[in-house]
């Protein structure tokens, strides 16, 4: 049933708001998925606090030109779904790439391309940003960097203690 002017204007409000708000916004095929499919990648995506979205192209593209995002969305073939990252940039791209590993949903939905810092990135660009490792991810390997030196230094010195103790030992095991 098509919507009428009112809908459409609220749709509209709706997505200037939610493009106000994200910081990367992934475009997304979804010719083939399921009811079931598009449940499991909306609990997934709400998470990692990222918001799956389906909305025509002409109320999309009228949004993206009031946020002065210069994307011709019209352009993207069949039917698009707008996925917005609210925290992190990489979240949204990550999980619809790892949706997209499972054997049983590939060619269900793909990429289309996606918007990083005010930026229109292509089909390629956005599988290469879900590639990269999550910010807990970097987390981690930075702390693990600063705790190496650290920890490489406490075993030096337990070194020295424990050859000390190996020598004390084997004096003692003498006499």
Do not use: C
Not at 43 to 54: D, I
Not at 134 to 163: C, H, T
């Amino acid at each position: 049933m098509p919507k009428n002017k009112i809908q459409k204007q609220e749709i509209f409000r709706d997505l200037n708001e939610r493009i106000k708000k994200s910081k990367s916004v992934v475009f997304a095929g979804f010719n083939a998925l399921g009811v079931k499919d598009n449940e499991v990648l909306r609990s997934k995506l709400r998470a990692e606090n990222s918001e799956y979205y389906v909305a025509k192209k002409t109320l999309l593209d009228l949004a993206l030109k009031e946020n002065k995002i210069e994307v011709d969305v019209k352009a993207l073939d069949g039917k698009v779904a707008a996925v917005f990252s609210y925290e992190d940039e990489v979240a949204s791209a990550k999980i619809l790439g790892n949706f997209l590993k499972d054997k049983e949903k590939a060619g269900k939905i793909v990429f289309l391309g996606g918007i990083l810092d005010g930026k229109f990135l292509s089909q390629s660009q956005v599988e290469a940003l879900a590639k990269l490792p999550s910010k807990q991810e970097l987390y981690a390997k930075l702390v693990g960097s600063l705790n190496a030196p650290i920890s490489g230094f406490v075993n030096v010195m337990a070194g020295n203690l424990r050859g000390l103790v190996t020598v004390l030992k084997s004096v003692a095991e003498k006499k």
